[in-house]
C-alpha cells in the first residue's frame, strides 16, 4: 500500500492580490524581525507583521540563510532561537473564551550555519502540543481560550536549540471546528486535491487557513469547473479550493487518503469537502461510501452539483496510528468518487489546566517589578509541573483546579524597593519568604489580608517603620523579621531579637521553681478522640472566616476564631449532656461528643477548681490555633463562656500509648516495630513544634499518656497546656513555675530553670525508655527508682535481654533496639547540650525501624497501615512463639 506524504508546510510561492479587508482579531508575529521594521506588510497576503520583542523576554534573533530566502515569505526570513533555559514563552494577549486558530511555522535554512535539523517540543499553555522535528513545517491548532493570555512554549528536549520564525493567531467562529468535550485541534493536514501546486490562505480563505494543493498524477484525474461554487453553507470555504477535486483514473479504483497519526491512540477529526464540479447526463450517477481502514463510514453519498458540503467524521481511531481513508463507489454508481478538499486534525484532550488567572497576573506582576530574569520563570507558573517556576509551590491537585500558587520564595534575589502590591494577587498564597534583599519601606497591611498567608519570612532587609497590628494579631501567623536593623519593635515579634538574637533557635524562658506546685500542673488528660478525615478539610475550610474577624482591627490578640467558638449549649447538646466519659485528669473530665451530628470529637471540660486552668485553657486555644500538624492533635473548637472552659479536640479513637504498653485497653501487646512507627510519628510533632513554628515552641509536657492514637494507629501529640513558646508581652521575665509530669521532668530545667527544646527531648527519652522495657518510670521498688537510671544501672551489665520488654518474647532485631537504647541513653542525658536535636532523633529512628523491618517474620512491613492492624491481631489473638 501506497502511503502518501501529505504535507507541504508552507506558503511557497503563494501570488495573491494585496487586498485591504477588515482583519480585526489577527495577530501576527514575525519572530526574530527587529523592533525598527515593525510593523510591515507582506506582499502576500496585505496582512501588517510585528516584531515578537513584546511576547517574548527571551532568546536571540536570528535569519535564515540567503540561499533559501527566495523559496519563503518574509515573515519566515527571520526567526528568534532560545539557546538558554529549558522552557521559553510567547505570552499573547487574547480574549477569553474565543476558538483560536494557531499557527507557529518553523524554518530552519540553516539558521546557524550548524545545519543540525531540529528537534523540540511545543506547547501552548501547560498542554503538549507536538514535537518539531522537521526543518520546514507549520504546526497549527485550533483551541478556545481560557483566559486572557495565551501562551506559546517551545521546550528543548535535547541537544538542538528551538527556534520559531511565525507565531500566527486568527479568531475562528464559534460554530466551526468544535468538538465535543471542549479539545483542542492539532491539525495533521489541509489539502485541496489540484495539480496546481499553489497554496491558498489569506484573503481567499477569510480565517486563513492554508491550503496546501495535494494530487497524485499516476492514480487521479483532476476535476474543475468555470463556473461557480456556492460555498455559503460550508465553513466560508474559499472557492477556490472547491472548484477543483479528483477522482481515481481508473474508475473501478477507490480514491485513498492516507496519514498517520502520534501517539497512535489519537483520535482524528475528518472533515471531508465535496461539491460536483462535472455537468451530469442524465443517465449519469456519482455515488460513493466512505470508509476508514475499511470500516464504513458515511454513505451512499452523492455530492450536490455546484454546491459545497461537508461531511466529517469525529473521534475516530484507527489501528496503530495508520489512517487509511477511501472512497468506494457503489455498484448504482456510473461514476468514480470525487472529493474536493479534506482536514485532518487530531483531538488534544486537556489532561492540565491553567494557572489561576489572578495568580498568574500577580506573579507576572512581581516579576516586572523586581525585574527578575529566572530562566524557569516563562509559561504557566504551576503548570505542567516539571516545568514549575523555580520559588514556587502550587497546589495543583484535583481539589484545586485552577491550579493556584500557595508559596513565593524571593530570598535572595537582590530584591529592592517596597513589597509589592501585586503580591496580594496571590490570593492562596501559604507561604511568602522575602528573606535577604535589600527592600525597603514600610511591611505592608495588605499582607495580612491574604487569608491563607501564614508564614512570612522577611528577615535580612531594610525595612523600616513597624510591624501592622494586624500582622501580628493574625492567628497562626509566623513572622520573621530578624535582621532589619532599622524595623522598629513591636510586641512579641521582636522579642526574639532582643532577647536571643544570637541563639535563634532555643529559647530560654526564665522560670521559677515552685515544686509544690508541679502536682497540680500534671495536666493529665486523656483525650481519646478523632475525626474522620474530612474533620480536617472542614476546620481548614473555616479558618478564613476567622481571619476576617481577626484583622477587622479588634484589639484582643487572645481571642480567636469566632467560627470555632461554641455556647455552653452546643457543648452540651455535643456530649448529650455529658453522658459517656472517656477520661478523667487533672483539669477535668474528657467527654465524648458529636459535631454535626456525625463527626466524633473528645470534649474536654476544665474543672472550676483549677486555678492555672484558665491561663493553660487560653495557652492550649492559642497554640493549637496557631499550629497544624499531622502529628499533633488538633483543636476543633472551644468554650469559653463564665465559668465554663471546654475545649474540643479531634477524637483519637484508640486512646494513648500508655494504655497500649501496659496492655489495659486490649487484649494484646504492641511489637516492637508498631512501637517505633508510633514514636517516630510523635517525633515529628514534637520536631514541628521546635524547628517547624515561628517562634519555636516546647511542649513541657511529653509523655506516653500525651501521645495519642486514632483509629488508624497514627500517633499525635496532645495536650498542649503547659506549652511555651516566648514569653508574651510584658511577662519577659515572669516567674513561672518549672512545670511537667515528675519521671519525664528534665533535670537540667529543674535545676537552672533554663528551659530549652533540650527538656522535651529528655521527655521523649523517656517515653523511648518505657517503650523499650514496658516498665513504669518510677518505681521505688526498684534498686534505681527513676528509669533512666534503671537502664543505665542493666546497661553497665550489657544484656539487652533483661532490660527489653519480656512480653516481645525476643521478637525484634536486636541492632534495632541496640540503636534505640544508645538514643534513649542519649536524650536523657543529663546535660542538655549533648542531647540530640529532634531531628536528629528522628533519623535515629528510622534507622531503627529499617533495621526491624529488614528483620523477616513478624515484624515486616511495619509503615502499611493495614499489615500493623493485622499484626496487632496476630498478637492478640496467636502466640507469637507459635509462628
Ligand atoms: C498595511 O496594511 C494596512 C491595511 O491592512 C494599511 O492600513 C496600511 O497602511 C498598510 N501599511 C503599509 C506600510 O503599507
Ligand atoms: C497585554 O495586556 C496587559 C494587561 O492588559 C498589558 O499590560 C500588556 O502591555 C499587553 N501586552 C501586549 C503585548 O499587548
Ligand atoms: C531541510 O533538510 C533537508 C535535508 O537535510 C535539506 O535538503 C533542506 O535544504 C533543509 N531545508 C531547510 C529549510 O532547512
Ligand atoms: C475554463 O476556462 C478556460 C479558459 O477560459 C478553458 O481553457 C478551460 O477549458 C475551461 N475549463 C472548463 C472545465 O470548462
Ligand atoms: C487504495 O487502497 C487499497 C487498499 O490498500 C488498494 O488495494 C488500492 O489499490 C488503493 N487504490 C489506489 C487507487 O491507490
Ligand atoms: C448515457 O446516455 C448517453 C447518451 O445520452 C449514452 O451515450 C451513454 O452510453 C449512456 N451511458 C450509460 C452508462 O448508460
Ligand atoms: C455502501 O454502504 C451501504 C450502506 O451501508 C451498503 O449497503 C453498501 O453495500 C455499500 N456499498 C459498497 C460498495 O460498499
Ligand atoms: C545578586 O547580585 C549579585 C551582585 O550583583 C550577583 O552576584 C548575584 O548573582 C545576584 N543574585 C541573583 C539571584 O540575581
Ligand atoms: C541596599 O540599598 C541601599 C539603598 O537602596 C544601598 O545603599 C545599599 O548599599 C544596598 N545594600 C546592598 C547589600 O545591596
Ligand atoms: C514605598 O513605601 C513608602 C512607605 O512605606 C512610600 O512612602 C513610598 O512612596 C513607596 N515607594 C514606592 C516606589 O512605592
Redesign the pocket.
Known amino acids: 500500500m501506497e502511503r502518501h506524504c501529505v504535507f507541504i508546510a508552507t506558503a511557497v510561492m503563494m501570488i495573491y492580490l494585496v487586498q485591504a479587508q477588515d482583519t480585526t482579531g489577527f495577530i501576527n508575529v514575525d519572530c526574530g524581525l527587529p523592533p525598527y521594521e515593525s510593523p510591515y506588510n507582506t506582499t502576500t497576503t496585505g496582512l501588517a507583521y510585528t516584531s515578537d520583542t513584546d511576547f517574548v523576554n527571551s532568546g536571540k534573533t536570528g535569519r535564515i540563510a540567503k540561499e533559501f530566502e527566495p523559496d519563503y515569505d518574509e515573515p519566515i526570513l527571520t526567526l528568534r532561537y532560545f539557546p538558554e533555559g529549558i522552557r521559553n514563552c510567547y505570552h499573547l494577549n487574547v480574549t477569553r473564551d474565543i476558538n483560536y486558530m494557531i499557527k507557529a511555522t518553523f524554518v530552519y535554512g540553516n539558521y546557524d550555519n550548524a545545519n543540525d535539523d531540529p528537534s523540540f517540543d511545543l506547547y501552548f499553555g501547560p498542554i503538549f502540543w507536538v514535537t518539531v522535528s522537521s526543518n520546514n513545517t507549520r504546526e497549527e491548532i485550533i483551541h478556545v481560550t481560557k483566559s486572557n493570555s495565551l501562551q506559546v512554549c517551545l521546550v528543548r528536549t535535547g541537544a538542538t536549540v528551538p527556534f520559531i520564525n511565525v507565531l500566527e493567531l486568527r479568531p475562528l467562529p464559534k460554530t466551526d471546528y468544535v468538538t465535543p468535550r471542549g479539545g483542542s485541534l492539532n491539525l495533521i493536514f489541509r489539502v485541496y486535491l489540484s495539480n496546481s501546486g499553489f497554496g491558498i490562505r489569506y484573503p481567499e480563505d477569510i480565517y486563513d487557513r492554508t491550503w496546501n494543493s495535494y494530487f497524485d498524477k499516476e492514480l487521479w484525474a483532476e476535476v474543475t469547473t468555470n463556473l461557480t461554487v456556492n460555498v455559503d453553507k460550508s465553513n466560508e470555504l474559499p472557492h477556490g479550493v472547491m472548484a477543483t477535486g479528483a477522482t481515481p483514473l481508473n474508475e473501478k479504483d477507490a480514491l485513498n487518503m492516507t496519514w498517520d497519526v502520534e501517539p497512535p491512540t489519537a483520535k482524528s477529526y475528518i472533515y471531508m469537502y465535496f461539491a460536483e464540479l462535472k455537468t451530469l447526463r442524465a443517465n449519469d450517477t456519482r455515488e460513493f461510501n466512505m470508509t476508514l481502514n475499511g470500516k464504513y463510514l458515511s454513505g451512499p453519498y452523492s455530492p450536490i452539483p455546484l454546491e459545497a458540503q461537508t461531511i466529517t467524521a469525529e473521534e475516530q481511531q484507527c489501528d496503530e496510528g495508520a489512517c487509511l481513508l477511501q472512497l468506494v463507489k457503489t455498484l448504482n454508481s456510473s461514476l468514480p468518487p470525487l472529493l474536493n478538499a479534506m482536514e485532518i486534525f487530531t483531538v488534544i484532550d486537556f489532561p492540565q489546566m491553567e494557572t489561576n488567572d489572578d495568580d498568574v497576573a500577580g506573579i507576572k506582576s512581581i516579576q516586572d517589578t523586581y525585574g527578575l530574569s529566572r530562566i524557569s520563570w516563562q509559561g504557566d507558573p504551576c503548570v505542567p509541573e516539571k516545568f514549575l517556576w523555580d520559588g514556587l509551590n502550587c497546589d495543583n491537585s484535583k481539589n484545586s483546579s485552577p491550579p493556584i500558587i500557595t508559596s513565593l520564595d524571593l530570598s535572595s534575589s537582590n530584591l529592592t524597593?517596597?513589597i509589592t502590591q501585586a503580591i496580594e494577587n496571590l490570593s492562596h498564597l501559604q507561604k511568602l519568604n522575602l528573606s535577604n534583599n535589600n527592600l525597603t519601606?514600610?511591611i505592608p497591611e495588605f499582607l495580612a489580608y491574604i487569608k491563607s498567608l501564614l508564614v512570612i519570612d522577611l528577615t535580612g532587609n531594610n525595612f523600616t517603620?513597624s510591624v501592622p497590628p494586624s500582622l501580628l494579631q493574625k492567628k497562626g501567623m509566623e513572622l520573621n523579621v530578624d535582621n532589619n536593623p532599622h524595623l522598629l519593635c513591636a510586641a512579641d515579634s521582636c522579642v526574639n531579637k532582643e532577647e536571643n538574637g544570637h541563639t535563634k533557635k532555643s529559647i530560654v524562658v526564665p522560670v521559677v521553681a515552685s515544686i509544690s506546685s508541679l502536682a497540680v500542673l500534671v495536666v493529665a488528660i486523656f483525650i481519646f478522640l478523632v475525626l474522620k478525615k474530612k474533620k480536617a478539610a472542614k476546620v481548614e475550610g473555616r479558618r478564613p472566616s476567622y481571619m476576617n474577624a481577626s484583622h477587622s482591627g479588634s484589639s484582643q490578640p487572645e481571642i480567636m476564631m469566632k467560627n470555632r467558638r461554641f455556647t455552653y449549649s452546643e457543648v452540651m447538646s455535643m456530649t448529650n449532656n455529658f453522658q459517656r466519659v472517656i477520661g478523667k485528669g487533672g483539669f477535668g473530665i474528657v467527654y465524648h461528643g458529636f459535631v454535626n451530628g456525625t463527626e466524633q470529637v473528645a470534649v474536654k471540660i476544665l474543672s472550676h477548681s483549677s486555678s492555672q486552668g484558665y491561663k493553660q485553657f487560653k495557652a492550649e486555644v492559642e497554640l493549637l490555633l496557631r499550629v497544624h500538624h499531622k502529628n499533633l492533635v488538633s483543636l476543633v473548637g472551644y468554650c469559653d463562656e463564665g465559668e465554663n472552659l471546654t475545649l474540643i479536640y479531634e477524637y483519637m479513637a484508640n486512646g494513648d500509648l500508655k494504655e497500649h504498653m501496659s496492655g489495659t485497653r486490649n487484649r494484646f501487646i504492641l511489637n516492637w516495630g508498631t512501637r517505633l512507627k508510633i514514636v517516630i510519628e510523635a517525633a515529628h510533632g514534637l520536631e514541628y513544634l521546635h524547628n517547624g513554628c515561628r517562634p519555636p515552641m516546647v511542649h513541657r509536657d511529653v509523655k506516653t499518656t500525651n501521645i495519642l492514637l486514632n483509629e488508624h494507629f497514627e500517633a499525635k501529640l496532645a495536650d498542649f497546656g503547659l506549652s511555651r513558646s516566648f514569653p508574651t508581652e510584658g511577662e519577659t521575665h515572669v516567674s513561672t513555675v518549672v512545670a511537667g509530669t515528675p519521671g519525664y521532668l528534665d533535670p537540667e530545667y529543674y535545676r537552672t530553670n533554663w528551659l530549652t527544646e533540650k527538656s522535651d527531648v529528655y521527655s521523649f527519652g523517656i517515653v523511648l525508655l518505657e517503650i523499650i522495657t514496658n516498665r513504669p518510670v518510677m518505681d521505688q521498688s526498684r534498686e534505681k527508682p527513676h528509669i533512666a537510671e534503671w537502664v543505665g544501672l542493666m546497661l553497665t551489665e550489657g544484656d539487652i535481654t533483661s532490660i527489653m520488654d519480656p512480653s516481645l518474647n525476643g521478637l525484634y532485631d536486636s541492632g534495632s533496639v541496640w540503636k534505640a537504647l544508645e538514643l534513649a541513653m542519649s536524650c536523657v542525658n543529663p546535660s542538655s547540650t549533648r542531647r540530640p536535636t529532634m531531628s536528629e532523633v528522628i533519623i535515629g529512628l528510622n534507622e531503627c525501624l529499617a533495621n526491624e523491618n529488614s528483620r523477616g517474620g513478624a515484624g515486616r512491613d511495619m509503615d502499611s497501615k493495614s499489615s500493623i492492624e493485622v499484626s496487632l491481631i496476630l498478637g492478640s489473638e496467636v502466640s507469637p512463639t507459635a509462628r
Open positions: 524597593g517596597n519601606g514600610e517603620g
